[in-house]
T-cell receptor, first 115, second 115 residues
Framework: AQSVTQLDSQVPVFEEAPVELRCNYSSSVSVYLFWYVQYPNQGLQLLLK??????LVKGINGFEAEFNKSQTSFHLRKPSVHISDTAEYFC?????????????FGQGTELSVKP | EAGVTQFPSHSVIEKGQTVTLRCDPI?????LYWYRRVMGKEIKFLLH????????ESGMPNNRFLAERTGGTYSTLKVQPAELEDSGVYFCASSRIIATNEKLFFGSGTQLSVL
């Protein structure tokens, strides 16, 4: 079985500051890793995903994440946040053997960017 | 291109009543998924349709939940009779192809409150 833990439920940060949202996972098999974002009153959108290859993955809106296999982590980072980045962020995994989009999500991290 | 649409956006019902949630996927997307988020917890997979067939319904909580996708277009999720623990946000997602690493397109969800 797989599980995902997002270590912070809420992250307040000032505009233009850097931010890191932490995600750890547990799995006995190889997985794909994802970050999704939900802006207020909208559906979840894919930010980025790690499938294979380079462990540093770049996504939309200036976000990036680094896959660390030894620490089973997939932390999300942005060097300088904007007010518009205020949203809830979800880390998710999917085992290689899955048929289709059956994702296992973490509990979510609410990012609040203050002026 | 229209996104994934869910109706209603909010529903408040009393324990024992019946509620039907609807999801219209993106046109041409054969894969349709239902997920649920109980307040404060992670988003959990409920089931997966490929066209009109149930590919995986391992996440359905019990037989009070019935999902259908007649004709392989829109889908409904009926809860009958509703219980207090059914409260939460129900998300629908769709994808064009069936692949573990395929991007999912999510609707904005239906907030269900059972009183």
């Amino acid at each position: 079985a797989q599980s995902v833990t997002q270590l912070d439920s809420q992250v307040p940060v000032f505009e233009e500051a850097p931010v890191e949202l932490r995600c750890n996972y547990s799995s006995s098999v190889s997985v794909y890793l994802f970050w999704y974002v939900q802006y207020p009153n909208q559906g979840l959108q894919l930010l980025l995903k790690y499938l294979s290859g380079s462990t540093l993955v770049k996504g939309i809106n200036g976000f990036e994440a680094e896959f660390n296999k030894s620490q089973t982590s997939f932390h999300l980072r942005k060097p300088s946040v904007h007010i518009s980045d205020t949203a809830e962020y979800f880390c998710a995994v999917s085992p290689y053997y899955n048929q289709g989009g059956k994702l296992i999500f973490g509990q979510g991290t609410e990012l609040s960017v203050k002026p | 291109e229209a996104g994934v649409t869910q109706f209603p956006s909010h529903s408040v019902i009393e324990k024992g009543q019946t509620v039907t949630l609807r999801c219209d996927p993106i046109s041409g997307h054969d894969n349709l998924y239902w997920y649920r988020r109980v307040m404060g917890k992670e988003i959990k997979f409920l089931l997966h349709f490929v066209k009109e067939s149930k590919q995986d319904e391992s996440g359905m909580p019990n037989n009070r939940f019935l999902a259908e996708r007649t004709g392989g277009t829109y889908s409904t999720l009926k809860v009958q009779p509703a219980e207090l623990e059914d409260s939460g946000v129900y998300f629908c997602a769709s994808s064009r192809i069936i692949a573990t690493n395929e991007k999912l397109f999510f609707g904005s969800g239906t907030q269900l409150s059972v009183l």
